[in-house]
């Protein structure tokens, strides 16, 4: 770990926000595989900036272009996935940008971490869980990735040969197999609306 090194404080967030005329926070999507979460993701940061308002989207596979690349799928490289993504969340809804992250992220523990950062930095972390049944989501499997989970040429699958701990207290529960892309994300604009956030 760093020593040598010095925070450079610059605007506060809230001189940021008068600025802005724009609360910062982070939209945490989790949920299975084909669960619909970059769907969603993709419609509300489409929808949010369509009203005028900064908005960016993380998402798990695009972010392993780049940013993780150098990361795989133990549970070790999962937990450093989220960590990365948790901090760089972090700092755009510290930029008063409205931070939307799609990502699997399974453990619970994981994500209470991505939760306490922001509480700890006064911002919001909205969770919501992107919920579908097992059986819908590997109906749906656009990658095939269930299938070759199945097949044991995936190995630590998660949902499969790896565990998925759902969330219990999530501030937005959506089940995409009940509601059409366009209402879920009309869902949590409305929740972020009534949370004062736009």
């Not at 945490?28 to 084909?34: E, P």
């Amino acid at each position: 770990m760093a020593t040598n090194i010095t925070w450079h404080a610059n605007l506060s967030y809230d001189e940021r926000k008068d600025l802005r005329k724009q609360h910062g926070c982070t939209v945490w999507l989790t949920g299975l595989s084909a669960s619909g979460k970059s769907t969603v993701a993709c419609a509300l940061e489409q929808l949010l900036l369509q009203k005028g308002l900064s908005a960016y989207r993380l998402d798990g596979d695009n972010i392993r272009f780049g940013l993780n690349k150098d990361l795989g799928f133990s549970e070790a490289d999962r937990n450093e996935n989220i960590r990365r993504i948790s901090e760089v969340s972090k700092l755009f809804a510290d930029s008063c940008t409205i931070s939307i992250t799609s990502f699997i992220s399974p453990y619970k523990a994981d994500r209470n971490r991505a939760r306490q950062l922001h509480k700890e930095a006064g911002l919001k972390f909205i969770e919501v869980f992107v919920d579908v049944p097992l059986e819908v989501a590997e109906q749906r499997d656009p990658k095939g990735l269930y299938k070759k989970a199945r097949e044991g040429v995936i190995k630590e699958f998660t949902g499969i040969s790896a565990p998925y701990e759902a969330p219990e207290n999530a501030e937005l529960h959506l089940r995409t197999d009940l509601k059409s892309v366009e209402e879920c994300a009309s869902i949590i604009y409305e929740y972020l609306r009534t949370e004062k956030v736009i």
